[in-house]
T-cell receptor, first 111, second 118 residues
Framework: EDQVTQSPEALRLQEGESSSLNCSYT??????LFWYRQDPGKGPEFLFT???AGEEKEKERLKATLTKKESFLHITAPKPEDSATYLC????????????FGTGTRLQVFP | DAGVTQSPTHLIKTRGQQVTLRCSPK?????VSWYQQALGQGPQFIFQ???????QRGNFPDRFSGHQFPNYSSELNVNALLLGDSALYLC?????????????????FGPGTRLLVL
């Protein structure tokens, strides 16, 4: 069964304290892996799409990487405004119409 | 450039009632997907509409139905509401796949409709 597991469930960081979020997946053929940011009560905001192992994408303090079994979202020198839930989703190659989401990592960055 | 819009923002219903949620896709997008997100969970795929037809459906009962209009906007209907239907309902839009070109998969989400069933 296709599955996405994110860890940790929650993460508390001091401002400037770098860390990584993990997304491990099991899917029958991966077409793409997506990272979204979600603020409380809002819809997910698109961050990155990764297609193949070894691929990396960067945006400001965020960097996403992909291997054959997992993806990491690295946060460098985070700021309080980076506080949000980060969602990982996979798109299976046999059905590119849907995204399969993990339950997210709730990140809190304190000044 | 307007993003994905949804209405209403919040809704309160009682068990057994019916509800209709609306979505307008991002400019240039013609494919609309609906997701249900329970509190503390990731979004779950309900179904996707393209060319006014339901293209794919997730593991949701027939009480959940939808429609897409010629202008690509979409509606989600839920009949015989249950307490467990309380959730954030998200609409996502994407461009259609281009024949002979790269597949455009990225789905862009709207702000959601918060449904509470009492």
């Amino acid at each position: 069964e296709d599955q996405v597991t994110q860890s940790p469930e929650a993460l508390r960081l001091q401002e400037g304290e770098s860390s990584s979020l993990n997304c491990s997946y099991t899917v029958s053929g991966l077409r793409g892996l997506f990272w979204y940011r979600q603020d409380p009560g809002k819809g997910p905001e698109f961050l990155f799409t990764l297609y193949s192992a070894g691929e990396e994408k960067e945006k400001e303090r965020l960097k996403a990487t992909l291997t054959k079994k997992e993806s990491f979202l690295h946060i460098t020198a985070p700021k309080p405004e980076d506080s949000a839930t980060y969602l990982c989703a996979v798109q299976p190659s046999y059905n590119t119409d849907k995204l399969i989401f993990g339950t997210g990592t709730r990140l809190q960055v304190f000044p | 450039d307007a993003g994905v819009t949804q209405s209403p923002t919040h809704l309160i219903k009682t068990r057994g009632q019916q509800v209709t949620l609306r979505c307008s896709p991002k400019s240039g997008h013609d494919t609309v997907s609906w997701y249900q997100q329970a509190l503390g969970q990731g979004p779950q795929f309900i179904f996707q509409y393209y060319e006014e037809e339901e293209r794919q459906r997730g593991n949701f009962p027939d009480r959940f139905s939808g429609h897409q209009f010629p202008n690509y906007s979409s509606e989600l209907n839920v009949n015989a509401l249950l307490l467990g239907d309380s959730a954030l309902y998200l609409c996502a839009s994407s461009p259609s796949r281009l024949a002979g070109g790269p597949i455009q998969e990225t789905q862009y989400f709207g702000p959601g409709t918060r449904l509470l069933v009492l």
